[in-house]
């Protein structure tokens, strides 16, 4: 069955520094990975996905992740974090032959960035 | 397009009430999901169709919880009766036809349930 472990229950950022949130993942064959946020009370936004291909995702509003098979990772970054960053963040996965688009989704990152 | 659509927005109702949520995805998607959040158990998947037929229902939490697709632009998830424990925040994601790449699903502004 597949996995995804979000290890950080928080990251605490400065405005304008570099922002990372980790996800690593379990999963048979090749995943299809995926980063959502979810700004308070509101639903989940799509960021980026990693389906095959260069390893270094770009997505939305700046924020880029990296595919690393050996590692089984799928970090989120951000070069220079901005309030408005401050968010839930969910990794996801979809095993490359599962019906439909099921996701299995990490428990979420809380990133809080401070000005 | 509008986007996920669901109602109500907020719900409040007492112990033993019948809830129904309501949920209009996507023109065009074929694969619909029913998601809880709360904050002790994260987002829990309950349920999922592909073209109107529920796929895997593992995540109803017990028989108080139903979900029906009558047609590709509808679906309804039904709690009867409601207890206290079923207050969480309810989202519908609405995902295109898969072609062999995976599509990403997308949410609506989700169900407030308050029970009490």
């Known amino acids: 069955a597949q996995s995804v472990a979000q290890p950080e229950d928080q990251v605490n950022v400065a405005e304008g520094n570099p922002l990372t949130v980790k996800c690593t993942y379990s999963?048979?064959?090749?995943?299809?990975l995926f980063w959502y946020v979810q700004y308070p009370n509101r639903g989940l936004q799509f960021l980026l996905k990693y389906i095959t291909g260069d390893n270094l995702v770009k997505g939305s509003y700046g924020f880029e992740a990296e595919f690393n098979k050996s590692q089984t990772s799928f970090h989120l970054k951000k070069p220079s974090a901005l309030v408005s960053d401050s968010a839930l963040y969910f990794c996801a996965v979809r095993p490359p032959r599962a019906a439909g688009n099921k996701l299995t989704f990490g428990g979420g990152t809380r990133v809080l960035v401070k000005p | 397009d509008a986007g996920v659509i669901q109602s109500p927005r907020h719900e409040v109702t007492e112990m033993g009430q019948e809830v129904t949520l309501r949920c209009k995805p996507i023109s065009g998607h074929n694969s619909l999901f029913w998601y809880r959040q709360t904050m002790m158990r994260g987002l829990e998947l309950l349920i999922y169709?592909?073209?109107?037929?529920?796929?895997?229902d593992s995540g109803m939490p017990e028989d108080r919880f139903s979900a029906k697709m009558p047609n590709a632009s509808f679906s309804t998830l039904k709690i009867q009766p409601s207890e206290p424990r079923d207050s969480a925040v309810y989202f519908c994601?609405?995902?295109?036809?898969?072609?062999?790449?995976?599509?990403?699903?997308?949410f609506g502004p989700g169900t407030r349930l308050t029970v009490l």
């Open positions: 169709f592909n073209n109107n037929v529920p796929i895997d």
């Open positions: 994601a609405s995902s295109p036809r898969t072609s062999g790449l995976g599509n990403e699903q997308f």
């Open positions: 999963v048979s064959g090749n995943p299809y």
